[in-house]
């Protein structure tokens, strides 16, 4: 059983800025696709962003919604990645979760494909 960690969630206002965490305590994904997904209340789960290694390094891959405000990120070396959050909007305010793929998907991978999930982090904006 693989177990993912989530922190950093908060509350913040519209603007700011937040960095959360998934620790994968005893884990590498280094070779894993790992990812964010959210869930606003009374909304379907969806897909934030992702990263996938390959030969060249790692490959990052953005929702829409995220593009250009949102960088995944990872540390091997700390078995952690990283979602660093800016300019948040009051929609950006749903539970975060981190997700990890035992396998490599490119592009944006659905929430239906990760085989481990965390407990998820409650981030909200205020306007």
């Known amino acids: 059983q693989v177990q993912l960690v989530e922190s950093g969630g908060g509350l913040v206002q519209a603007g700011g800025s937040l960095r959360l965490s998934c620790a994968a305590p005893g884990r590498t994904f280094s070779s894993e696709t790992m990812g964010w997904f959210r869930q606003a209340p009374g909304k379907e789960r969806e897909f934030v962003a992702s990263?996938?290694?390959?030969?060249?390094?790692?490959?990052?891959y953005y929702s829409d919604s995220v593009q250009g405000r949102f960088t995944i990120s990872r540390d091997n070396a700390k078995n952690t990645v990283y979602l660093q959050m800016n300019g948040l909007k009051p929609e950006d305010t749903a539970v975060y979760y981190c997700a990890a793929r035992m396998g490599t998907y490119f592009g944006r991978v659905p929430a239906r494909v990760m085989d481990y999930w965390g407990k998820g982090t409650l981030v909200t904006v205020s306007s």
């Open positions: 990263v996938s290694w390959n030969w060249s390094g790692d490959n990052t």
